[in-house]
């Protein structure tokens, strides 16, 4: 279980008022109810959301593997946006160690996909995931087998001949 702390800071650009960011996650955060203000320092604000499962699949052990034989492990936190009726606008989707998913989710217009560095607790615990899922068994690309030939029954032409093409005059 992750907490996502959320930061907003003023904008440089005249056309936005905030930037947002997700500058890290905590493992064992503590629970809250939606976002918590965590900090504040003059017009910045940290938020805490917690918790959210980071949730490993089997299937997926590739992009796992490929993520801590960086040398840097991440996570990526997915937010979306909300009507903004309640500060500060954005709910956690979802928290995910696989790239391939944090990629999906950035064709989303009103989304923010953050990539932080993954708890040392929670490489830990990925990496024991890991160690327990059993090898992958080995590509090994099928052969095609040999079509049968059609017979000729009942007065009905092949549709194909011999050489795989179709018949004259077939369909």
């Known amino acids: 279980m992750l ?18 960011a997700v500058p890290e996650v905590i493992a064992d955060a503590p629970p809250t109810d939606g976002w918590r203000e965590i900090a504040r320092d003059g017009e910045t604000r940290r938020y805490l959301s917690a918790p959210h499962a980071l949730t490993l699949h089997h299937k997926m052990v590739e992009a796992y593997d490929s993520n801590i034989e960086t040398g840097e492990p991440c996570v990526w936190a997915l937010l979306e946006a909300t009507d903004g009726s309640r500060e500060p606008g954005w709910r956690v989707f979802a928290v995910t160690a696989d790239p391939y998913e944090a990629q999906g989710f950035l064709e989303r217009p ?26 992958a068994p080995a590509f090994k690309k099928r052969r095609r087998t040999k079509a049968v030939e059609e017979r000729q029954i009942f007065g009905k032409a092949p549709i194909f001949n011999s050489d795989g093409g179709p018949e004259e005059g077939g369909a």
Do not use: C, K
Request: proline share 9%.
């Open 3 to 20: 907490g996502v702390v959320l930061e907003r800071r003023p904008a440089t650009s005249r056309w936005v008022d905030w930037v947002w």
């Open 110 to 135: 009103d989304s923010l996909v953050e990539r932080v560095a993954m708890p040392p607790a929670t490489v830990a615990w990925m990496a024991r995931f890991l160690a327990a899922i059993p090898e």
